[in-house]
């Protein structure tokens, strides 16, 4: 039986599976009706996945915005067709980089650059998602986007094998990243490993796994959601008074002091209502929980 579960779970994605798929698992066991997840991993990454209940789908799209943090292992001298290591080799070259010329490197690649989607990214064109066209050997013009890589850091090198940690702006895709680092080196490089370790404000370290999980009881895994309004961390945050709460949980637009803006809205016993829009003095409800 599923019933109606408000609420978001932070799930520590496995290798190998894709995040549908474990988004439909964490589904069946927490019970629910509605789950979404806030930004998909590749089937090969690993790490944070942040998954919306029920009512907490409604406030989940901010994330999809928000910045991501990973940990990626590139493997210099070898160029595959995916751009990771799930593809095919497509070129093998001999690596003769020092850890000095890799943080030479580096140094181009922070802040706001170009990247070109890969073949295999889910984004369309002509309606259909890029990597159909790979799946059929078909290549189709991409044009560079504007991404934005806040932290580039070099954390292990051995020889033919670099760790770096990234935080990077959302639409920014890590196998690109690596190579264009390999190809800036001369070498080329693919996507060895890559784990997501923030979205946002939420951190791995706060994530359980699948495996985890399967083995709590059902009371243990409702004890894991955070409340929807987490999802609204960087918000802020608006209390209206008693007599107002009523009128706006009626999605009626009431009085409100501050400035111009987005808010989360609380009511006068602190209970998240929902979302808002503050403009002259005026808040109008935008997204509102379920009574």
């Known amino acids: 039986m599923r019933d109606a579960v408000d609420g978001v779970l932070l799930l520590d994605k496995p290798s190998g599976p894709s995040s549908n798929a474990v988004l439909q698992r964490a589904r069946r066991l927490l019970g629910a009706a509605r789950a979404g997840h806030t930004g998909t991993l590749d089937p090969l990454a690993s790490g944070l996945l942040v998954i919306a209940f029920g009512e907490a789908t409604k406030f989940s799209g901010g994330l999809l915005e928000a910045d991501k943090a990973y940990r990626a292992t590139l493997k210099l001298g070898a160029r595959t067709s995916t751009g990771d290591a799930e593809g095919e080799v497509l070129a093998r070259s001999a690596v003769a980089v020092t850890g000095d010329e890799l943080r030479g490197v580096l ?22 998602p890029l990597y159909t066209y790979a799946r059929r050997g078909e290549s189709v013009e991409r044009s560079a986007r ?8 070099l954390e292990r090198f051995d020889r033919d094998e670099a760790d770096l940690y990234v935080e990077c702006s959302k639409g920014t895709y890590i196998r690109t990243l690596a190579e264009d680092i390999g190809e800036a080196l001369g070498c080329g490089a693919h996507l060895a490993a890559l784990e997501r370790v923030g979205v946002g404000a939420f951190g791995l370290k706060r994530a359980v796994s699948l495996e985890t999980l399967e083995a709590m009881s059902p009371v243990e895994r409702r004890e894991r959601l955070l409340p929807p309004q987490s999802l609204l961390e960087s918000w802020r945050r608006l209390r209206l008074a008693a007599d107002l709460t009523a009128k706006f949980r009626q999605g009626r637009a009431v009085p409100a002091d501050g400035e111009d803006g987005d808010v989360a809205v609380f009511g006068g016993d602190e209970a998240f209502l929902g979302t808002g829009e503050v403009a002259s003095g005026t808040l109008k409800p935008r997204r509102l929980l379920a009574s």
């Open 146 to 153: 504007q991404v934005t890589i806040r932290r580039l850091d």
């Open 107 to 128: 140094e181009r690649f922070r802040g706001e650059i170009a990247q070109v989607p890969p073949m295999h990214a889910a984004i369309k064109h002509e309606g259909r």
